[in-house]
């Protein structure tokens, strides 16, 4: 099962798929006809997470899928499922998992990302059969050149009289289409 299918999602779906693994996936912005080129079935969330023996989310983290999986969503999955966050920390709630897999309805976890980095006191440090790993996704030499590209074809496009695209703290548009929205 995948929850999201962007860039990394797709990657993760073509490497699924030469392990012969059958493919249930939720993206609401997914067309069916990109379903069927990439070969998988998509399904509403709740298939996924009532029908997926592995479970591995590939969202951004916004205030929707913050938490997007928590106590509610794993009650309704296999017993034994195993779960996958090396997307963002957060999108799956830090103590429902730890639970899951204290209790068994997990039978393992891989994380990567956490809501708090590095992940000091984090619960899921604590528990058996979660793998851990320090957010190694960033880490790479080819991340590390993907993140310093970004960042310089931000600064170029706004010293052009762009905008920025992926400020945290100031929106995407232009001060005058602003101004049109402001109350
Ligand atoms: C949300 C998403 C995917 C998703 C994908 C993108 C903003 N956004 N949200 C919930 N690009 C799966 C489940």
Redesign the pocket.
Known sequence: GI??L?RVGAEVASRMKSFGMQILA????VTEEKAQHMGLTLAP?ETVLREADFITVH??L?N??RN?IDEDEFKIMKDGVRIVNCARGGIINEAALARAVAEGKVAGAAVDVFTKEPPTGNPLLEQNGIIATPHLGASTAEAQINVALAVADQILAIARGGLPTNAINMPAISPEALAVMEP
């Open positions: 929850v999201g962007g939720y993206d609401p912005f969330l969202t951004p916004t929707e899928t997007l």
